[in-house]
């Protein structure tokens, strides 16, 4: 049989009278439908949908919906209707019919129902019982009508359901409780947690986890912590999925009464010093924010660091800031999809990170010059805009040919800017900190400078712990000038990498890339295409063999690039 998942929509409306009459059997249709649980509303908030959850086949046909203060066992239908405290909101495909809290719902493809919410004064119990049948196109409404009546004398066979819709108060389900008990993960070991649970009612419990506050988000390869088992108390019925935390999580449907569930996780040898949250939820309501919820953070006993990982920042021949989210992995270093950050971009002729912006939207920020000169400071915001508003630096930045935002150089924390004059003298401008005055006075780095075409913070290449800088020449030979810490000389002599990097239009240190604590290089050839440069961590060879990225998004876009930031 096939399965189609219930979902709302619009159909022709019901064409019979308050209760359709007799007409000329036909065939009976295989539609069959499947029930959830029984609902529960809180006053003044959520809604509950009466029809099913899923169905197997087409309907074609309709659905009948009966609520009743009582049990759905009197044909005479002396409770019929809607309890105090309760409304019915139909759609245009559904009508009331005139039996009091029957409703008639055309199914017809699609499956659709009355939905009831509590009002804010509904009173704690409240209860309707709700009964649903369906009557093929062809068969008796009539009939179907006495049958969601009397649902509850029928079994579960697809054609028929009794479920209740039970209000309770907030203060009613704040008597559920919930109590988190979770140690610390060894890697490469394994440990058992538990949960508490005091149930009044009946509720499905479910644990899902994170990384804690604070931290970045895992990719599926690093989330290396495993599920391996779920234990049960006489009153909990478990359907837990098994495997990474990043998609399992503990499921159990819990009846009144107290009991502890248990649940055995295990850390692969290599995983990383991790800080995860488990987080509890008692749904009791269906639909809502009045749950009874619980968390409780754990520590991975690790001595591998949960290294950031870092966005590449471009700009199109459109005007757009992109960024392509880093992994962490030297075979896909960015996820499949590339975000805009923002619009008119190409209003600025020269344009650099100050230093690598991680996926957490910290780190370094932007500054762009524009045509008249004036230098424009973006800050990371540490939320999803990646950047602040633009706030003014000052003028008089158009006598620098060349603006290179370089990390840290200077070993004071914040990070830093060069800027090298038309007659090819270097300046540093270290950062403050401050947004209002981002950078302190120039210093002179030295002379000679204008030999080089591109210049481009590297961050830590060689794993000395101190920012270098990559000048290219304009033979196409790269050089590099590894960092001193100290601002008065910030560069020792330059080193030879090698040769042909005038095949590159564009190149920037995004950060580290490879999960291996060394900044990488991101470079775009002429013909649009990315290469990723790993750092090794040598001064004398600092990068190994280029590797094209593939997967970070729509080629189209990513040649379109004029600026790597």
Not at 98 to 121: M, W
Not at 330 to 344: L, N, Q, T
Request: proline content about 4%; hydrophobic content about 35%.
């Amino acid at each position: 049989m096939r399965r189609i998942l219930a979902v709302s929509g619009s159909v022709a409306l019901l064409a019979t009278g308050a209760l359709a009459g007799a007409v000329p059997a036909a065939a009976v249709d295989n539609f069959a439908f499947e029930m959830g649980r029984d609902w529960t509303l809180m006053p003044g908030e959520g809604r509950a949908e009466l029809g099913p959850d899923g169905w197997y086949n087409e309907a074609d046909g309709t659905l009948v919906y009966a609520l009743s203060k009582k049990q759905l066992n009197d044909p005479a239908w002396a409770a019929g209707g809607v309890p105090a405290g309760l409304t019915v909101e139909l759609g245009s495909d559904c009508k009331a019919a005139a039996v009091a809290g029957v409703y008639l719902c055309d199914a017809h493809g699609q499956v659709t129902s009355p939905e009831v919410s509590a009002t804010a004064t509904a009173a704690d119990g409240t209860t309707a019982y709700v009964g649903l049948a369906y009557a093929p196109s062809g068969t008796s409404v009539d009939k179907a009508v006495k049958e969601a009546q009397t649902a509850a004398t029928f079994s579960e066979d697809g054609l028929h359901a009794a479920r209740t819709l039970t209000v309770k108060s907030a203060e009613h389900v704040a008597q559920n409780t919930l109590a988190l008990n979770t140690p610390t993960l060894t890697a490469g070991g394994s440990v058992t947690q538990s949960i508490t649970v005091h149930a009044v009612d009946t509720g499905h419990l479910s644990i899902t986890f994170a990384p804690a506050e604070g931290q970045r988000g895992w990719e599926e390869s690093e989330a290396d912590i495993r599920i391996d088992s779920v234990s049960r108390g006489d009153n909990a019925t478990c359907d837990h999925t098994l495997g990474s935390v990043a998609y399992g999580e503990v499921r159990c449907d819990v009846t009144p009464g107290d009991v502890t569930i248990d649940y055995t996780l295990s850390a692969g040898a290599k995983t990383a010093a991790w800080k995860v949250t488990a987080s509890a939820v008692y749904e009791v309501y269906n639909w809502g924010t009045h749950n009874p919820e619980a968390s409780s953070s754990f520590a991975i006993d690790s001595p591998y660091p949960v290294r950031p990982h870092h966005l590449l920042l471009a700009r199109g021949k459109d005007g757009l800031l992109r960024s392509h989210y880093g992994t962490g992995s030297a075979s896909e270093p960015f996820r499949d999809f590339e975000e805009v950050i923002g619009r008119g971009w190409n209003i600025y002729n020269q344009l650099t990170k100050l230093a690598p912006v991680t996926v957490q939207a910290g780190g370094g920020g932007v500054v762009g010059r524009d045509t008249s000169g004036v230098l424009w400071h973006y800050r990371t915001s540490g939320d999803w805009n990646t950047l602040t508003g633009r706030t003014k630096v000052g003028g008089g930045w158009n006598a620098y040919n060349k603006l290179s935002g370089v990390t840290d150089v200077t070993a004071d924390g914040t990070a830093d800017l060069l800027a090298r004059d038309t007659s090819g003298v270097l300046w540093l401008y270290r950062g403050t900190g401050t947004g209002t005055a981002p950078f302190a006075a120039r210093t002179k780095v030295g002379g000679g400078w204008g030999v080089y075409n591109e210049l481009t913070g590297a961050g830590d290449v060689t794993g000395d712990g101190r920012a270098d800088v990559l000048a290219r020449d304009a033979s196409g030979v790269l050089w590099l000038y590894r960092g001193t810490g100290k601002a008065a000389s910030p560069f020792t002599a330059r080193t030879r990498v090698g040769g042909g990097w005038s095949a590159y239009r564009s190149m920037t240190s995004p950060g580290d890339l490879t999960d291996d604590g060394r900044a990488d290089l991101v470079v775009q050839d002429k013909s649009g295409v990315l290469w990723l440069y790993r750092a090794t961590g040598s001064a004398t060879t600092p990068y190994a063999a280029r590797v094209k990225v593939t997967g970070a998004g729509e080629t189209s876009t990513i040649s379109g690039y004029n600026t790597l930031l």
